[in-house]
């Protein structure tokens, strides 16, 4: 009734009974705020679900979360993988890769990965302000992997870094010389948070006299660039894939020389999938000799490594055939 009424805020009096009238609007505002609160958060006690994004892996029906399996073995994977990476920046690159997506189309990345891991929806709980209860959903990840992961999680993420550059190895390492014969060997040098990686040649590292004009000393990331696109380059041309389907077929008479070429079409859809050690393999797989001249790179390749490359690539069918 008093909304409906006039005041005269000109007057001492009409400001007074306005200001108690606005007081109590706001107390009472204030007052719904409060067992809102205390009603959501004693239903997060009880685990149940109460809204807003829903995580990747799970679906609401009648206001509960119930796991969507397409979904939860990407999660799954995620963990699993992380566990036996170590690093989220060469996990995201890979998913990214493999054109794993996040429930809104977007590629994975870093960021995603991060919130993913550190959700613990996935081991059926409910988090409200920090603190975790049981919630009424079934949990994605066994508290086992959980805390595998997390306990990595814990270790410095420099020292994380650290230890993905230490264990992925030089992609040329024991292939790359120079016009003289020389091997080049994988050195770094540090400078702040930044590596810069080298292959170095031995004539140089030991202070030796040498005769040679090529260069000593290159960029790593250069270098194993230029190689894996000539390997890419050399593997679509007629003359190579026709070297390969006869290797094969020595082995396998009944082979279709049409899925040996398919095959080796997708090897830059496979090179793109695959974490730098596995590409280091492939290299070393692929590729006999890269020798450094003041004329460029030389490769030769081992046709023998790309028969088996072509061999590891075909189809389930052809490798029983093989066998």
């Given at each position: 009734?008093?909304?409906?009424?006039s005041f005269n805020t000109t007057t001492s009096m009409g400001r007074l009974t306005l200001n108690i009238l606005l007081s109590f609007a706001q107390?009472?505002?204030?007052?719904?705020?409060?067992?809102?609160?205390?009603?959501?958060?004693?239903?997060?006690?009880?685990?149940?679900?109460?809204?807003?994004?829903?995580?990747?892996?799970?679906?609401?029906e009648n206001r509960k979360l119930l796991i969507e399996e397409s979904e939860a073995a990407i999660v799954r994977?995620?963990?699993?993988?992380f566990v036996?990476?170590?690093?989220?920046?060469?996990?995201?690159?890979?998913l990214a890769a493999k054109e794993v997506r996040t429930r809104r189309g977007r590629l994975v990345d870093k960021g995603f990965l991060y919130k993913l891991i550190n959700n613990r929806v996935y081991i059926?709980?409910?988090?409200?302000?920090?603190?975790?209860?049981?919630?009424?959903?079934?949990?994605?990840?066994?508290?086992?992997?959980?805390?595998?992961?997390?306990?990595?999680?814990?270790?410095?993420?420099?020292?994380?870094?650290s230890n993905t550059r230490s264990q992925t190895p030089a992609m040329l390492k024991g292939l790359i010389f120079t016009e003289t014969g020389?091997?080049?060997?994988?050195?770094?040098?540090?400078?702040?948070?930044?590596?810069?990686?080298?292959?170095?040649?031995?004539?140089?590292i030991r202070n030796r006299v040498t005769d040679a004009a090529g260069p000593q000393r290159l960029p790593a990331g250069m270098v194993e660039d230029a190689v894996v696109g000539e390997i890419r380059r050399m593997i679509a041309t007629p003359e190579v894939r026709a070297r390969a389907i006869t290797a094969l077929k020595s082995d396998m008479p009944d082979i279709d020389g049409k899925s040996v070429i398919a095959a080796l079409g997708e090897f830059d859809a496979l090179w793109a999938s695959l974490f730098p050690a596995e590409q280091a393999r492939i290299v070393?797989?692929?590729?006999?000799?890269?020798?450094?001249?003041?004329?460029?790179?030389?490769?030769?390749?081992?046709?023998?490594?790309?028969?088996s490359l072509v061999r590891g690539m075909m189809a389930p069918q052809v490798m029983e055939a093989a066998e």
């Open positions: 009734m008093s909304i409906t009424q107390f009472e505002r204030e007052v719904i705020g409060e067992r809102i609160r205390d009603k959501f958060a004693a239903s997060r006690k009880k685990g149940m679900w109460m809204g807003g994004f829903v995580p990747l892996g799970y679906r609401v994977m995620i963990f699993e993988r036996t990476i170590g690093s989220a920046t060469v996990l995201a690159k890979a059926g709980e409910a988090v409200h302000k920090g603190t975790s209860y049981p919630g009424e959903h079934e949990a994605i990840i066994d508290r086992a992997l959980w805390d595998k992961v997390h306990a990595i999680l814990q270790t410095s993420p420099r020292l994380r870094a020389t091997a080049m060997t994988p050195t770094a040098t540090k400078k702040g948070s930044k590596l810069y990686r080298y292959y170095t040649s031995m004539d140089l070393q797989l692929l590729v006999a000799r890269v020798t450094v001249g003041t004329a460029g790179l030389a490769i030769d390749l081992r046709h023998d490594g790309i028969k």
